[in-house]
């Protein structure tokens, strides 16, 4: 009854929110296999790059929610499994900014690039190609989910951001992974595509938008492959 409940939800706020994953998919031996790691945001345009990629590859989103760092430490094998990634494409980011129910964690910008430090290096081990999405605007607003499930009116600043921006950054450029830059990509229309001020999500044409820079750079990494 949740799942349904926040689907419903989800719907009527107009924001496009994944629940889940699907690793049990079958996958196509045939095609390469592209894995998407990261959290409701990735969730929300996972299903439109599957459908845009069907016929390309094996598109998969780790189950669940990524959230931040410290959950992706410990899930990371759990999202790797057995299978044989040629892409992967990942991000963590807005868990790390605003803690929500990590708050009380050390999530500074410094902490943040310890922690991706190690899953790159993970990540590495697959010899997949990493793509990292960067991590997508905060909200000009006191976001919803800290004032209403955490009592915590937090307002993050677009400097406060910069500074994991930048450090997520200098960690990719240390393994040479390549930047799949949704923030700058979607930060124009940003108040076209938000569901609300204080709404970290996107509307579903929101979703649509990133949907296509996602695919964009996954295609092009295929034809590399060949």
Not at 46 to 64: I, P, T, W, Y
Not at 73 to 89: P, R
Not at 200 to 206: A, D, I, L, M, Q
Request: proline share 4%; with cysteine; hydrophobic share 40%.
């Amino acid at each position: 009854m949740k799942k349904i409940f926040y689907v419903l939800l989800s719907t009527l706020l107009g924001t496009c929110i994944a629940l889940a994953g699907n690793k049990e998919a079958t996958l196509d031996p045939a095609l390469p296999n592209i894995l998407l790691i990261g959290d409701s945001i990735s969730g929300g345009y996972q299903k439109q790059v599957k459908r845009s990629l069907q016929d390309k590859a094996n598109v998969v989103k780790n189950e669940g929610n990524a959230e931040w760092t410290g959950t992706g430490l410990k899930k990371i094998d759990s999202y790797l499994g057995d299978t044989k990634w040629d892409i992967i494409h990942f991000n963590w980011g807005l868990w790390d900014i605003y803690g929500w129910p990590y708050y009380d964690e050390d999530r500074s910008p410094e902490a943040y690039a310890k922690r991706l430090d190690k899953l790159v290096t993970r990540m590495e081990k697959t010899g997949a190609k990493l793509i990292w999405a960067t991590t997508t605007p905060v909200c000009p607003g006191a976001e919803k989910g800290m004032s209403e499930r955490f009592k915590n009116e937090v307002v993050i600043t677009p400097e406060q951001q910069a500074k994991y921006r930048e450090a997520a950054l200098a960690v990719m450029q240390k393994h040479s992974v390549e930047v799949n830059d949704l923030y700058a990509y979607i930060l124009p229309d940003i108040e076209k595509f938000s569901p609300a001020p204080d709404n970290v999500h996107f509307t579903g044409s929101g979703c649509g938008q990133l949907a296509k820079k996602v695919v964009a750079s996954l295609e092009t990494a295929l034809n590399e492959l060949k």
